[in-house]
Structure formats: C-alpha cells, structure tokens
C-alpha cells in the first residue's frame, strides 16, 4: 500500500503529539494534589491505574501510528531520489 504525501506527514505527526500530550499528562497524573491519583497514604489510587493504563496504549498506538507515516514519508523520500537517476 502507497501512502500520499500528505497522510504520511499527518501519520507522522499524530505519533510525536501523541507523545508530547501523554507524556504532559503522566507526569501531570505522577504530580496530582487533588487526591483523586493518590489517597491520603500515598497509595495510587483506581483513578491513577486507568488513567495510566490509557497513557501506555496510547504511547503504544502513537508510536505504531508514527512509524507507519515515517515508513510512508521514507519511502516517498526513496521514490523521488529513485526516479531522479
């Protein structure tokens, strides 16, 4: 499959805000006051785990998103190069 131009860079670009929000809101979560990650003893709280458990598949899905356009926009890269022999 042939991606365009256009959708790779978006592809790509998905992957790194993907990274840049979740990581934000980790170290937000790692960093709450509020008592709704952490109770009174410290302890991580259900809020903390489901929260944390959608931080690391959306690291993981924005990553394989993000490697999907990398891949697109290199190959696109190979095909100009390619073509211009």
Known sequence: MKLSR???WFLLAFGVW????WITFVKNLWKDGSGLA?????????????????AVVSF??????G???????RALRRAETGSAT
Do not use: E, K, N
Not at 18 to 21: E, K, T
Not at 60 to 65: C, K, N, R, S, V
């Open 18 to 21: 993907s990274w840049v929000i």
């Open 67 to 73: 490697v999907i356009g990398l891949r697109g926009v």
């Open 38 to 54: 952490f109770d009174d003893a410290g302890d991580p709280t259900a809020y903390f785990w489901v929260h944390l458990t959608l």
């Open 60 to 65: 993981a899905l924005g990553t394989a998103i």
């Open 6 to 8: 256009p959708l790779s």
